[in-house]
């Protein structure tokens, strides 16, 4: 197990680990996330006892590394895939490694197999691809078959197949009940591998939870409905008759641009109901399914060092309310003219972020929203 309590890193004026406390238990895949500049790298790095704690600690079985016995043997890591002497052979770079830690050279020929480059033992590392290396960086960290390993973007240059190799390894260790921490920014990857996830942001830790309840906990959960063109049994539009039912029944109704509606705060029967008594015909019904992504973005959404102004986040931005009166009044604006974005609000909030826009648009999305968002 690895246990941080307290743990802060200092850079001169600059804080890069702060006050983090986490543990990473055995017998779980757990995901580190953060942003670039998060602090991930030095956090492992303090781990392993390349960096010294400017206070607090951290200790790996109760013990620093530093004071772990022929350490390679209780802990593997995997940091930097690039560390390694690019005039020595596969086999002669794990190989050192083994004599120093007092590792049978057979494990060499075994580790070799399992990362899948036996045919490669005898090439020169400074042939390698980007996969390659991190396969043999991989296979170094399993050399004295460790309790705890920690990965920093093992899958970083691999292919396809080898990221599903890498997924099922990680699986497997840890239903060896090892510990196993591994630090991504894939987070289709991370939500197919972890069972727990540990995310910091500027140092600090943001979230200590299990992957789904990490999604459930970030995510908006909505119904996503599109009603047929033409009028409704009552003769009026089908969309602004469903869309006053469903705002009656206590639902919040969003316009997307391609016209749909998002509903919130009514459960999918109910909608079909509404939708049902309003005589209006559906072409979709459908529940939104929160991903690990979109989870991940809502909680570090103002951790991120570097933004581009380029509507970074452009899938999760959230269309501008409807209200009642909009959708009742005749000269209510047409649907496919309401072009203000709303990035969406941190669960529990009611009040939504502007979308980053030149100084012309965030003055004129100002003098439009209505006040009780402004």
């Known amino acids: 197990m690895i246990e941080a309590v307290g743990l802060t890193k200092r850079f001169g004026a600059k804080t890069a680990v702060d006050q983090l406390s986490f543990q990473v238990k055995p017998g779980h895949v757990t995901g580190f996330l953060g942003p670039n500049g998060s602090g ?64 049978p050279e057979k494990r060499v020929d075994e580790v070799l197999g399992v990362v899948g480059l036996q045919d490669a033992a005898r090439q020169r590392t400074k042939g390698f691809s980007l996969g390659m290396g991190q396969r043999l960086g991989i296979a170094a960290a399993l050399l004295g078959d460790p309790q705890v390993l920690l990965f920093d973007e093992p899958v970083n240059g691999l292919d396809p197949e080898g990221i599903l190799w890498v997924r ?14 591994v630090s991504s920014h894939l987070m289709s990857e991370m ?13 600090r830790l943001l979230a200590d939870m299990s992957t789904q309840d990490f999604i459930t906990h970030n995510s908006a959960g909505f119904a996503r409905v599109r009603a047929a063109a033409g009028p409704a049994a009552d003769g009026s539009d089908g969309r602004t008759s469903l869309a006053s039912a469903l705002t009656r ?18 459960e999918l029967p109910r909608v079909s109901d509404l939708a049902h008594e309003a005589g209006v015909r559906l072409w979709e019904l459908s529940p939104h399914r929160a991903s690990l992504e979109e989870a991940y973005m809502r909680m570090t959404q103002s951790s991120v060092e570097y ?31 309401a072009a203000s974005f709303f990035a969406p609000p941190p669960p529990g909030s009611g009040r939504p972020f502007l979308m980053p826009g030149s100084a012309a648009d965030l003055a004129r999305d100002s003098e439009n929203t209505p006040e009780e968002h402004r």
Do not use: Y
């Open 40 to 103: 991930k790298s030095t956090t492992m790095r303090m781990v392993l006892g390349l960096d010294r704690p400017t206070s607090g600690r951290v200790t790996i079985n109760g013990l620093p590394f530093r004071e772990l016995p022929n350490a390679q043997r209780h802990v593997g890591a995997l940091l930097d895939a690039k560390a390694v002497h690019g005039g020595r052979r596969a086999r002669t770079h794990l190989l050192s490694i083994a004599q120093l830690s007092g590792i």
């Open 168 to 181: 099922n390894l990680m699986r497997k260790l840890a239903s060896e009940g090892r510990t196993v921490f």
């Open 191 to 203: 939500a197919l591998t972890a069972d727990h996830l540990i995310v910091i942001g500027r140092g």
């Open 249 to 266: 029944a206590g639902g919040r109704v969003l316009q997307e641009p391609d016209g749909a509606l998002r509903v919130t705060g009514l």
């Open 307 to 337: 933004t581009s102004t380029e509507d970074p986040r452009a899938e999760l931005w959230e269309p501008e309310p409807l209200t009642v009166p909009e959708w009742e009044e005749e000269a209510a604006v047409p649907v496919e003219t």
